[in-house]
Nanobody, 125 residues
Framework: VQLQACGGGLMQAGGSLRLSCAAS????????MGWFRQAPGKEREFVAA????????LSADSVKGRFTISREDAKNTVYLQMNSLKPEDTAVYYC???????????????????WGQGTQVTVSS
C-alpha cells in the first residue's frame, strides 16, 4: 500500500492550492479516504474525508466553505482543493486510507490504517 501526496507549497493568504494523493497497492475505489494536517507543536487533526462512492464528505469546521475533498477513482487519486488560504492553514498535510468495512466516513486519526508521507503547505500573511 502506498499513498503519495503532492501539491503543497508556499502561498500567500487568500490564495489556492490543490493537493493530490495517488494511491497504489489496493483497490482504491472501495475505501474511504481522508486528509489530515499537523502544524508545528500541535497534534495531527482531521481536515476532510470522503466516502468510497464519493457521495459522502465531511469537513472540519475550520475549513468548511474553503476546502473541498474529491476523488477520481479512475486515477486512484483523492484531492483537496484549498481556497481562501489562511496562515493558520500552515501544516504538513497527510492523506490516509480507512480499510475498515463499516462504510462510515470517519474523522479520527486512529480510524485510518495507512498514511502518506505528507506534503508541506505554508501560507504567508
Amino acid at each position: 500500500v502506498q499513498l503519495q501526496a503532492c501539491g503543497g507549497g508556499l502561498m500567500q493568504a487568500g490564495g489556492s492550492l490543490r493537493l493530490s494523493c495517488a494511491a497504489s497497492g489496493f483497490t482504491f475505489s472501495i475505501y474511504n479516504m481522508g486528509w489530515f494536517r499537523q502544524a508545528p507543536g500541535k497534534e495531527r487533526e482531521f481536515v476532510a474525508a470522503i466516502g468510497r462512492s464519493g457521495g459522502t464528505t465531511l469537513s472540519a469546521d475550520s475549513v468548511k466553505g474553503r476546502f473541498t475533498i474529491s476523488r477520481e477513482d479512475a486515477k486512484n487519486t483523492v484531492y483537496l482543493q484549498m481556497n481562501s488560504l489562511k496562515p493558520e492553514d500552515t501544516a504538513v498535510y497527510y492523506c490516509a486510507a480507512d480499510f475498515r468495512p463499516s462504510g462510515l466516513v470517519k474523522v479520527g486519526n486512529s480510524d485510518y490504517d495507512y498514511w502518506g508521507q505528507g506534503t508541506q503547505v505554508t501560507v504567508s500573511s
